[in-house]
């Protein structure tokens, strides 16, 4: 039983399309990220939930839209995809209170941009 | 800007051996720091963590040490084992705030 899942787990497409990635938390916590990895392995926040409300928005193009239906899933919308959007993006959940070091994190979503 | 490096990108280290994971900061602010794990196709999973207010935290063969004067941290894994062949990342916070920031990582290799 996975406890933060996302899909797809790898995810080809061309220049300019539109694409979305999920995520599910099963933990019951309250708190949900998105990260991204990018060619250079830096591993950096880009949006944060806490109960369907945005807590952290770091500079990112407004190109990405997170989505958070429930506090259990966390959706990561991509318009317009652009070749520097390449990288492995990680989701990750927590309880607030203890989420400096409690973060879950999923297996990550390879997406390639051609 | 890269506030927390890991300036050794691999690590190869005999089985049963010490191995010696060093990371430093620039940020005088950050006043949390964590030691995250990544196998392949996996995500991070967390290792252990040490608050500014101490200089060392111990969790069994785990044990993470700070210097807040050199700005760095390093985490000692004594004996090593083939299980902890994985890629470390460093991570410094200020505490309660969410907001993590990683070093790049180590990929550590455990030879047998």
């Known amino acids: 039983d996975t406890a933060v899942s996302q899909t797809p787990k790898y995810l080809v497409t061309q220049m300019g399309n539109d694409k979305s990635i999920k995520c599910e938390q099963n933990?019951?916590?309250?708190?949900m990220y998105w990260y991204k990895q990018d060619s250079k392995k830096f591993l950096k926040i880009m949006f944060s939930?806490?109960?369907?409300?945005?807590?952290i928005n770091e500079t990112v193009p407004n190109r990405f839209s997170p989505k958070s239906p429930d506090k259990a899933h966390l959706n990561l919308h991509i318009n317009s995809l652009e070749l520097g959007d390449s990288a492995v993006y990680f989701c990750?959940?927590?309880?607030?209170?203890?989420?400096?070091?409690?973060?879950?994190f999923g297996p990550g979503t390879r997406l390639t941009v051609l | 800007d890269q506030q927390v490096k890991q300036n050794s990108p691999s690590l190869s280290v005999q089985e049963g051996r010490i191995s010696i994971l060093n990371c430093d900061y620039t940020n005088s602010m950050f006043d949390y720091f964590l030691w995250y794990k990544k196998y392949p196709a996996e995500g991070p999973t967390f290792l252990i963590s040490?608050?500014?207010?101490?200089d060392k935290n111990e969790d069994g063969r785990f044990t993470v040490f700070l210097n807040k004067s050199a700005k760095h941290l390093s985490l000692h894994i004594v004996p090593s084992q083939p299980g902890d062949s994985a890629v470390y990342f460093c991570?410094?916070?200020?505490?309660?705030?969410?907001?993590?920031?990683f070093g790049t990582g180590t990929r550590l290799t455990i030879i047998p």
């Open positions: 991570a410094a916070a200020n505490f309660g705030n969410e907001k993590l920031t």
């Open positions: 933990l019951g916590h309250d708190t």
């Open positions: 939930y806490n109960n369907k409300e945005l807590i």
């Open positions: 990750a959940s927590s309880v607030r209170e203890t989420s400096t070091d409690t973060q879950y």
């Open positions: 040490i608050s500014s207010i101490k």
